[in-house]
T-cell receptor, first 112, second 113 residues
């Protein structure tokens, strides 16, 4: 299995621009998670889906963030407009029924 | 709100020595996970602890869970340089099926020759 695939690996953008991060979970997994990692705050859960349905988005920082999972093999996390404080590594992870979660390689986002 | 605290946050040790990393959490949970992260890399699952008294071992690492004390430990035996990484514990907040994990801040381990 190829594992959880995220794209892009690196993204550099200017403040105010829209950013879209993409994730392909492991085939057969029914839960998908978006985490954000920063030095100051560590790993924070932003949102998770079960069977393509958003279950808990309480970690989404504000309305500028949105996430979708149109089918079992694809999810997006969008930031619009982006701000410098959004700079972080964003991880997507998937699991089947129960953890452990299988993490992708992350997208390193830099907003200047 | 579930809080997960690890200590120490930074650990520098010599090869061949033993040490323990602690993970405390603030609310009832029977499921705890340990992950390893190398610099600039993803998180790799190390151990899954699913009940009180669970103990898992892999090589020089051994993890245990005491749900009554809300404490998990990750014990390192005779450390080697390859164990240098950041180690995270994560606690499952949910009941039943796949649920969200709350992570500790991580323990950055450096093993010196």
């Amino acid at each position: 299995d190829a594992g959880v695939i995220q794209s892009p690996r690196h993204e550099v953008t200017e403040m105010g621009q829209e950013v879209t991060l993409r994730c392909k979970p492991i085939s057969g997994h029914n839960s998908l998670f978006w985490y954000r990692q920063t030095m100051m705050r560590g790993l924070e859960l932003l949102i998770y889906f079960n069977n393509n349905v958003p279950i808990d988005d309480s970690g989404m920082p504000e309305d500028r963030f949105s996430a979708k999972m149109p089918n079992a093999s694809f999810s997006t996390l969008k930031i619009q407009p982006s701000e410098p404080r959004d700079s972080a590594v964003y991880f997507c992870a998937s699991s089947f029924v129960l953890p452990p979660l299988h993490f992708g390689n992350g997208t390193r986002l830099t907003v200047t | 709100e579930l809080k997960v605290e690890q200590n120490p946050l930074f650990l520098s040790m010599q090869e061949g020595k033993n040490y323990t990393i602690y993970c405390n959490y603030s609310t009832t949970s029977d499921r705890l996970y340990w992950y390893r992260q190398d610099p600039g890399k993803s998180l790799e699952s190390l151990f899954v602890l699913l009940s009180n008294g669970a103990v898992k071992q892999e090589g020089r690492l051994m993890a245990s869970l005491d749900t009554k004390a809300r404490l998990s430990t990750l014990h390192i035996t005779a450390a080697v340089h390859d164990l240098s990484a950041t180690y995270f514990c994560a606690v499952d907040m949910g009941k039943g099926g796949s649920e969200k994990l709350v992570f500790g801040k991580g323990t950055k381990l450096t093993v010196n020759p």
